[in-house]
């Protein structure tokens, strides 16, 4: 069924969509070549982290690497600080953008950059009172007092440009030019690792750290607002153009999101509390390296959930209900066609790869864990494809109101299962409540919006991928068992075998032939860039 008329448009300062524009086919074929860029992305992070946290470790010293390490925890929560403002502006713009409202355009993102300007303002208020508080918070060495306050206040600064930048960045992702955001992040992250490296090896510390940190923020964020007006040469930040009503209609938007940030940020990052609270600190270690391992799962998943937010805001504010019925199917079938490798890696060789990285004990300890906790990267494609649809059709409330639910039963399950089955029962007591909540209860609810059958849903989003990883995961489950996995070489030929069985079988069966002439198309794109660079190189090394 099309879009229900109150989910056309949220704002209420803005004029009603009058005419039918014409859909932006261009953004949907741009999604294959997103997917490489947001892929090549996460590959390069996880890359630079694993060669820069050595040394910072090594050349700042166990108690200033703490100390920066708790500063990025709180960078982290800090970023709650905008109330959901951040899908509020996406949603938005890609939907005016879409019906080709300059004018409505420029007042929503008017309006969303002073609204960012008051958690910059707290930001900084609060910064400043950390810098002066916080060596008396957490034990630091008195050497380390004022590069502690200085870090502080650096860090603070970069946390407070990060709100405006928001808006600039989430436009560029309203026009689903993850590309261009991938570069922009790659050059940033590629930057700040040189000087990290460079600053760091000639002996400079904890100050030098978050100056780095506040410059590369800063260009990151000049960087998206010359991408962002440079896409929409339109584009006008105007004082007059600020609206009450448009400032009330994010807060209704936002306030869920806000609500939903939260129920996340309860469900993956308090399960380490419940650890070392009732088991102490040296299972957290143990749990940490299980969680941290799905959390990686989590994160390639979304290499291509997360392109879905603009394309569902554009279709319900185009009236595609068809195109958002097969976003929800495929959508979901393709986030389970991508995370299930790492998936059946974990399940079948984890253990294998846990005693070979970090030795027998994290095998026999981690292991257990390692299992239930796969589950929740299992089913995040779920969450993955209906939360975009939801706040595309600004029916995200009750979904918020299921996410905090869910955030709740899992602390609370952790906490009665932690007593009787150790970290194992913290696991337990995160997957159960993710079960209920994103494989049942709002895939129900996406499906009674949209109009969607649960056996078309089921068996296309959920059984169809699970059959086709039946065979690889049996496979590499053998070789673990029968003691084939190890060595570094037979794990890694055993999993790249696995791999490639499954993407035969993805290919052949797991895809749409649209979606394996998309992929061809963007293969062959790739092959002739890289060749192009090629040339030029040549060309320029001859001259």
């Known amino acids: 069924m099309p879009a229900s008329p109150e989910s056309v448009r949220v704002d209420s300062g803005g004029a009603a969509a009058a005419a039918a524009p014409v859909p932006d086919a261009s953004a949907h074929r741009r999604v294959a070549r997103n997917f490489l860029f ?70 929503m993102l008017s ?37 502690t306050r200085v870090a502080l206040a650096f860090t603070a600064v970069a946390v407070a440009l990060a709100f405006p930048g928001v808006v600039f960045n989430s436009v560029l ?10 570069v922009r992040n790659a050059a940033v992250l590629v930057a700040q690792a040189l ?45 007059r153009l600020v609206s009450r009503a448009r400032a009330r209609s994010f807060f209704r938007f936002s306030s869920y999101a806000f609500v939903v940030s939260i129920a996340v940020r309860l469900i993956y990052e308090t399960d380490n509390l419940v650890v070392g609270w009732s088991l102490g600190a040296a299972a957290v270690a143990f749990y940490a390296v299980a969680g941290g391992l799905v959390g990686y799962a989590r994160d390639w998943m979304s290499t291509v959930t997360r392109l879905y937010n603009p394309i569902a805001a554009r279709m319900d504010a185009l009236g595609e209900g068809e195109g958002l019925r097969e976003l929800f199917v495929s959508g ?19 253990r294998a790869f846990l005693s070979l990285w970090m030795g027998p004990a994290f095998a026999l300890n981690s292991g257990p864990a390692l299992m239930w906790l796969t589950v929740t990267a299992l089913i995040c494609p779920f969450s993955g494809t209906y939360m975009p649809i939801f706040y595309a059709t600004n029916r995200h409330r009750i979904s918020a109101w299921m996410a905090l639910g869910e955030a709740v039963a899992n602390l609370a399950l952790s906490l009665l299962l932690v007593r009787r089955w150790g970290i194992v029962g913290v696991a337990v007591g995160s997957v159960i409540p993710a079960l209920i909540n994103q494989l049942v209860l709002q895939p129900a609810y996406a499906m009674r919006l949209l109009g969607v059958g649960p056996l078309r849903f089921y068996g296309q989003a959920l059984l169809r991928p699970l059959a086709l990883a039946v065979v690889p995961t049996a496979g590499l489950a053998a070789l673990a068992t029968s003691g084939h996995l190890q060595t570094w070489p037979t794990w890694l ?19 749409e032939a649209r979606e394996r002439q998309l992929v061809a198309q963007s293969w062959s794109k790739l092959r002739s860039m890289g060749a192009m660079l090629a040339r030029r190189t040549g060309t320029a090394e001859e001259k």
């Open 38 to 107: 947001n892929a090549g992305g996460y590959v390069l992070t996880v890359g630079v982290a694993f060669l820069i946290a050595p040394l910072q470790v090594h050349k700042l010293g166990n108690a200033a690497y703490g100390i920066w390490v708790v500063m990025q925890n709180l960078i982290s929560y800090s970023i709650l600080m905008d109330f959901g403002m951040r899908y509020a502006v996406q949603r938005e713009a890609a939907r005016i953008y879409a019906l080709h409202q300059s004018e409505e355009l420029n007042g």
């Open 111 to 147: 309006t969303a950059a002073l609204l960012a300007c008051i958690p910059a303002a707290v930001a900084l208020l609060a910064g400043g009172g950390a810098a002066l508080f916080y060596p008396h918070w957490f034990t630091a060495p008195p050497g380390l007092m004022t590069p």
């Open 173 to 182: 992702a309203a026009l689903s030019r993850y590309d261009i955001l991938g």
């Open 195 to 239: 000087l990290l490296w460079y600053f760091l090896t000639h002996g400079y510390s904890l100050i030098s750290v978050a100056a780095i940190y506040l410059g590369t923020v800063a260009a990151g964020q000049m960087l998206d607002a010359i991408c962002a007006f440079r896409q929409i040469p339109q584009l006008r930040l105007r004082l």
């Open 332 to 350: 979901t079938r393709v986030g389970m066609l991508l995370v299930l490798p790492a998936c059946f890696g974990l399940w079948a060789a984890g």
């Open 493 to 511: 030929a055993g999993c790249v075998a696995a791999t490639l069985v499954y993407g035969g079988l993805v290919w052949a069966l797991g895809l």
